[in-house]
């Protein structure tokens, strides 16, 4: 699963270009994150663009999104990546540096669910994916 979780530094402007603007994801921080699931495991990545956090599972795939609720400090969106799968994430803002995330839906045919909690914790370093 570790090798889901990429975000990239680079390339996931393309994507991200076609987002739908989604009001919380403006707060946050681009940077270095860590995201410690519910069950206490940790991942640290590198988030250039915010709004990729709605589809984390996903990584940089081409999906289509649709908001479904949009307010300053909280989301959701439903998404659909063509061949990979659908999820549906809800995000609520703390600050430009700590979110929750709750998401769900189909990964390559398997279902997922997931929470997370997201700590900003400074640059990315590196130019590329980050894992």
């Known amino acids: 699963m570790m090798g889901l979780l990429f975000v990239a530094v680079v390339g996931g402007a ?3 270009a076609q987002a739908p603007r989604v ?3 403006d707060a946050l921080q ?15 990545l590198c988030i250039a663009d915010p709004r990729n956090v709605m589809q984390i599972q996903h990584g940089t795939a081409q999906c289509s999104r649709f908001v479904i609720a949009n307010d300053p400090r909280s ?12 999820g549906r994430s809800m995000i609520h803002v703390e600050g430009r540096t700590q979110f929750s995330l709750r998401t769900q839906g189909i990964l390559e045919g398997a279902p ?12 990315c ?5 980050v894992r």
């Open 125 to 129: 370093h590196q130019t590329g994916a």
């Open 23 to 25: 009001a919380a994801l």
């Open 30 to 44: 681009p940077g270095r994150w860590v995201l410690k699931e519910k069950d206490g495991t940790s991942r640290s």
């Open 112 to 123: 997922f669910e997931t929470e997370y909690e997201g700590h900003h914790v400074g640059f």
């Open 14 to 16: 393309a994507s991200a």
């Open 75 to 86: 989301a959701t969106v439903h998404y659909t990546c063509p061949g990979a799968g659908h």
